[in-house]
């Protein structure tokens, strides 16, 4: 992806949302994963296992869980919509947290939609990251966008 804006000031746009500052501020540059990932079929599939190998001593199959999903809707997303995207992730085992970024050329925007009927087959990615996320966005790049989530257990 090109863009002539430089990764760490996206990463930074991104810390300056509002309700970052809830969740550990560890999500420093460089991510501990950075990867482009082909437009293709496998590109979702390719991208769990990625995270999946990320945070494989995770504390719970729920985290995992919740990972995994919000990272296929993302990147699923991405690849359809802008072709090839870029993804980063960062994980802090101790807290645990995980923030995962996709970024893509398209300047479509995705959009929260309304709840969906069950028997519709698109359209729940954004709900499905806002329901398991801690925080979530899209930061506007100079060409295309960045998807981005945060996750980390409730406080208790």
Not at 48 to 73: G, N, Y
């Amino acid at each position: 992806m090109t863009s002539s804006r430089s990764f760490d000031a996206v990463v930074e746009s991104c810390f300056s949302r509002p309700g970052f500052g809830q969740t550990p501020d560890v999500f420093h540059p460089p991510p501990h994963l950075r990867i482009t990932l082909p437009a293709a079929p496998t590109t979702p599939r390719t991208a769990r296992k990625l995270i999946s190998q990320l945070i494989d001593d995770t504390p719970s199959a729920s985290f995992l869980d919740a990972a995994l999903l919000m990272t296929s809707e993302i990147v699923s997303n991405a690849a359809r919509l802008g072709g090839d995207c870029e993804m980063s992730a960062w994980f802090v085992p101790d807290e645990p947290a995980l923030r995962v970024e996709v970024s893509d050329s398209s300047p479509e925007m995705p959009h929260l939609l309304a709840p969906r009927r069950p028997e519709d087959v698109t359209g729940r990615g954004l709900q499905i990251v806002d329901e398991l996320s801690t925080h979530w966005g899209i930061t506007p790049l100079d060409q295309g966008k960045s998807v981005w989530f945060e996750l980390s257990p409730p406080s208790s």
